[in-house]
């Protein structure tokens, strides 16, 4: 409905007090008249016709009046069939108006969670860790570069769709991302953002159907989430993978998750960073136990991963995984090419993996060490337990 309204109207704020307007008149009307056959088109018609009398109200626009007062009908429960059919257009063209590059990438998130996600603006303060008056300020201008830049509403077209797709998904993935382990705070999964991003990609899925990136990125969100269950435990403190009770993973998800891995890595001449990354995924989710994951064809995924998607944070990965199949000594060497380049050395999962590796070395002096700079790196409360934990039980053996 805010996506329908911000193209009739043209403005973000507009709209949205637009569709308070016609929340209200239809707790109002509602309870005499009965629900309409067709809320939401009742729903958008009485808003927009509640827009033109804000504009008229504030006597501001003068040229939108006219504009508005030539869209507008009487309230009622249906809608042209044009109009119809444009519904999931419009959630679109929201999506990717949000996600417009010319927004710096925390201003497309934050937008993204604010309109399309409908998150209150104190939910996404929180998640960037701002003050709520703040973030409000950081929305407005978002908003306001949108309209005074002349950012078009549209889809973009079949040329620019995949150049411009590409942030939609990252934008998407980084409100995954803080939803799954956040950056900060003291719970480690936030329920309600991982749920909205894999409602964004399911989203994307039915409106561009057939898309490997699109298909690659909701199979592995899928494929994470399904573990939700198994990863805290009831006072929320961090269960690692190779100690989940996988019981209580979401077999529904998982099954889901496979089949769409499965038609991503299918998609000839589209071979996808998201598809790679959720075909590891998946190789975790059919393994019974810890034992009989099959690590070397994960090792082997990384390798690909790499080459369409060379990252710091997938070097540590694949070191994790090659320790699995060559050895600690093997991927203590590539953790510690990776910091010598600096750019990473204050990233605290860098320093758990490499003192998790000393440890299994027996080198606990020098893990020690590691695991200390890994607290001191690490934000988030849960995360930060674990490291402690570790460091007593190495304190304990060397002892």
């Not at 939803?179 to 894999?198: F, P, R, V």
């Not at 075909?279 to 994951?293: E, G, P, W």
């Amino acid at each position: 409905m805010l996506a329908t309204l911000i193209r009739f109207l043209g403005d973000f704020d507009l709209a949205e007090e637009a569709r308070q307007e016609a929340f209200a008149a239809a707790v109002e009307q509602w309870p005499a008249t009965g629900i309409p056959q067709n809320p939401r088109a009742w729903l958008v018609n009485v808003g927009r016709n509640k827009a033109i009398d804000v504009v008229r109200r504030n006597s501001l626009f003068d040229g939108k009046v006219a504009l508005l007062e030539a869209a507008a009908r009487p309230a009622g429960d249906s809608l042209p069939d044009d109009d119809e059919e444009r519904f999931g257009d419009d959630r679109l063209r929201l999506i990717f108006t949000c996600c417009h590059p010319a927004l710096n990438e925390e201003a497309q998130v934050a937008l993204t969670l604010r309109v399309v996600c409908d998150l209150p603006t104190a939910s996404v303060a929180r998640a960037f860790l701002a003050s709520e008056e703040s973030m409000a300020q950081r929305l407005v201008r978002a908003k306001a570069k949108i309209r005074d830049a002349g950012i078009p509403y549209e889809t973009p077209s079949a040329e620019m769709l995949d150049e411009r797709l590409d942030g939609v998904l990252a934008v998407i993935y980084l409100v995954f991302n803080e939803g799954y382990a956040g950056t900060s705070g003291s719970e480690l999964i936030s329920e309600q953002l991982c749920d909205e991003a894999i409602r964004l990609a399911r989203l994307l899925d039915s409106l561009i159907p057939g898309h490997a990136s699109v298909e690659g990125l909701l199979a592995l969100m899928l494929l994470h989430d399904a573990r939700r269950r198994a990863r805290v435990t009831p006072v929320g403190d961090i269960v690692l993978l190779e100690e989940q009770d996988r019981s209580l993973w979401n077999g529904a998800q998982i099954a889901e998750g496979l089949a769409l891995v499965e038609r991503a890595l299918r998609r000839t001449g589209q071979l996808s960073a998201y598809a790679v990354q959720a075909a590891i995924a998946a190789l975790h989710a059919r393994a019974a136990d810890k034992d009989r994951t099959d690590w070397p064809q994960i090792v082997g995924l990384y390798e690909v991963l790499l080459r369409l998607q060379p990252t710091p944070v997938i070097e540590l990965n694949h070191a994790v995984a090659v320790s699995m199949v060559d050895g600690a000594g093997k991927a203590l060497d590539l953790v510690d090419s990776l910091s010598a380049r600096g750019s990473f050395r204050d990233y605290h999962l860098l320093h758990a993996v490499r003192a998790h590796l000393l440890q299994k070395l027996g080198r606990r002096t020098e893990a020690l060490d590691a695991y200390r700079a890994a607290l001191a790196a690490a934000r988030l409360e849960p995360e930060r337990r674990l490291i402690a934990r570790r460091i007593q039980e190495c304190e304990r053996a060397a002892s």
